[in-house]
């Protein structure tokens, strides 16, 4: 068997199975063996799909089937992956919203680079003005409508996802993604929790400001 190497960005790309979702895929190979229909994809070297099967195949000595991706670049292989793990798996919205906002950094990396492009054919800051009729206009990239329409989710949706799992409130974000809260009410206790803090601070620098300072010149004149 072909011997595979795990890189941690790719392993923790997609939302690991939870333990009884991992009991189970791991009862069926034990009892059933590998499916060799499905192998675990590498690309060179490195496992991009089927970690949790290789770890059970492993920890079993149960014989597993190896295919090879072609993609030149990582970018493209972490594309592929969420292709396939949000076909396959049956992912909440937020639990969707959680696998795309991992490929957010290579989609902004897109919109920076298009730019560029832009400013550099059409003199984006000068006098010059975009060509009307190109062939192959340079178009900007809108991030989070991307990212939305990949996890198959509304625009707005998708924003108030995103602030969620992005705030440090780990609570609101255990509850969201359990499906306890659902997206607009955990979006909505978001911002009220932000507009206490806000509140707070500014309370608390009307009660810290020092009072004026009088001048030495001043207090001598009034003692006179």
């Given at each position: 068997?072909?011997?595979l190497?795990i890189?941690?960005?790719?392993r923790d790309?997609l939302?690991?199975?939870?333990?009884?979702?991992?009991k189970?895929?791991?009862?069926n190979?034990v009892e059933?063996?590998?499916?060799?229909?499905?192998?675990?994809m590498e690309?060179?070297g490195?496992?991009v799909?089927?970690?949790n099967r290789?770890s059970i195949c492993?920890k079993h000595n149960?014989?597993?089937?190896?295919?090879?991706l072609?993609?030149?670049?990582?970018?493209?292989?972490?594309?592929?992956?969420?292709?396939?793990?949000?076909?396959?798996?049956n992912l909440?919205p937020?639990?969707r919203?959680a696998?795309t906002e991992?490929y957010?950094p290579?989609?902004?990396?897109?919109?920076k680079?298009?730019?560029i492009?832009?400013g550099n054919n059409?003199?984006?800051?000068?006098?010059?003005?975009?060509?009307p009729?190109?062939v192959?206009?340079?178009?900007s990239?809108?991030t989070?409508?991307?990212?939305?329409?990949?996890a198959?989710?509304?625009k707005?949706?998708y924003?108030m996802?995103?602030?969620v799992?992005?705030?440090?409130?780990?609570?609101l974000?255990g509850?969201?993604?359990?499906g306890?809260?659902s997206?607009s009410?955990?979006?909505k206790?978001l911002q009220?929790?932000k507009?206490k803090e806000q509140?707070y601070?500014n309370?608390?620098r009307?009660y810290?400001?020092e009072p004026?300072?009088?001048?030495?010149?001043?207090?001598?004149?009034?003692?006179k």
């Open positions: 068997m072909k011997e190497k890189d941690p960005e790719l790309l939302p690991p199975l939870t333990d009884d979702e991992y189970q895929l791991e009862k190979i059933n063996g590998f499916d060799k229909n499905f192998p675990i690309w060179h490195f496992i799909d089927g970690h290789f492993k149960i014989e597993y089937v190896v295919g090879t072609g993609y030149e670049t990582k970018d493209e292989v972490m594309q592929w992956m969420l292709d396939i793990q949000l076909g396959r798996r909440s937020i639990q919203i696998v991992k957010r290579i989609y902004e990396k897109q919109a680079e298009n730019l492009i832009a059409y003199g984006i800051g000068q006098d010059k003005k975009p060509l009729n190109l192959n206009p340079i178009t990239v809108d989070t409508k991307k990212l939305s329409k990949l198959g989710v509304s707005e949706t924003r996802g995103a602030k799992l992005n705030s440090d409130n780990e609570e974000k509850r969201v993604l359990s306890e809260t997206i009410a955990g979006y206790e009220n929790e507009k509140s601070d309370q608390s009307e810290n400001i004026p300072t009088t001048s030495s010149s001043t207090i001598q004149s009034s003692q």
